[in-house]
């Protein structure tokens, strides 16, 4: 017996039209629609998609951050690799992540790696895109890092993912004075984080059209 196989294109393209269905009644924004769809269509999940939280200022920001080159900054290698970064040549963003996955600096106090990683990122974080996937102690770092003035990223994207400060870390994102998307409780994940921003990205590339 042969089997005949879909596209990878074409399986996409059904997938997008039978999430667009199962949130056909969901108002909001054609972008947020946008990044929405992504989300379902990695998580397969689609309430997770349409309980995600947008910052009124956190599309404009992020899709000028974009356009106009600003650094990209993840907790770990993860998100990194997940994003579409052969779209963003033309506009030359960076993509950073400080995260040492090979534990090879020296770190007597034994502080959690993902701190560190916001630390090392420093000045780098002022007028980014921070994506955060996975460590919720990445992003509560970044939180004190901005309320002492130390940085002030352009917008967050807060996905960290876990039982143990994940749900925290958000609501005390969701307190500050910088566009953020994000997702209430424990859900997130690395490729969350990735899809947000590559929806982002697609949009500015013109691929999601109304």
Do not use: W
């Not at 992020?62 to 290698?77: N, S």
């Not at 994003?83 to 963003?93: C, H, Q, S, T, V």
């Not at 701190?115 to 007028?127: E, Q, T």
């Not at 998307?181 to 999601?208: D, Q």
Request: aromatic fraction near 6%.
């Amino acid at each position: 017996m042969s089997r005949k196989y879909m596209s990878p294109e074409a399986i996409e393209e059904k997938s997008m039209a039978i999430i667009e269905k199962e949130i056909k009644n969901l108002h909001c924004s054609f972008e947020e629609r946008q990044i929405i769809k992504r989300v379902i269509h990695t998580t397969v999940d689609v309430d997770f998609g349409k309980s995600l939280i947008f910052h009124a200022k956190a599309i404009e920001i992020g899709l000028r951050a974009i356009k106009k080159g600003k650094t990209i900054v993840t907790d770990v290698h993860m998100v990194k690799s997940g994003i579409r970064a052969y779209d963003l040549k033309e506009f030359g963003n960076n993509i950073l992540c400080f995260f040492d996955k090979d534990k090879k600096e020296p770190n007597p106090d034994n502080i959690p790696r993902a701190v560190l990683a916001m630390r090392k990122a420093g000045k780098s974080l002022n007028d980014s895109i921070v994506a955060i996937g996975n460590a919720p102690t990445a992003l509560f770092e970044l939180i004190d890092m901005v309320k002492s003035g130390d940085v002030k990223p352009a917008l967050i994207i807060g996905m960290p993912v876990g039982f143990v400060g994940a749900a925290e870390s958000k609501e005390e994102l969701q307190q500050l004075d910088i566009p953020y998307i994000t997702i209430n409780g424990r859900r997130g994940g690395s490729t969350v984080a990735a899809a947000i921003l590559n929806a982002l990205i697609k949009i500015v590339k013109g691929y999601e059209q109304t």
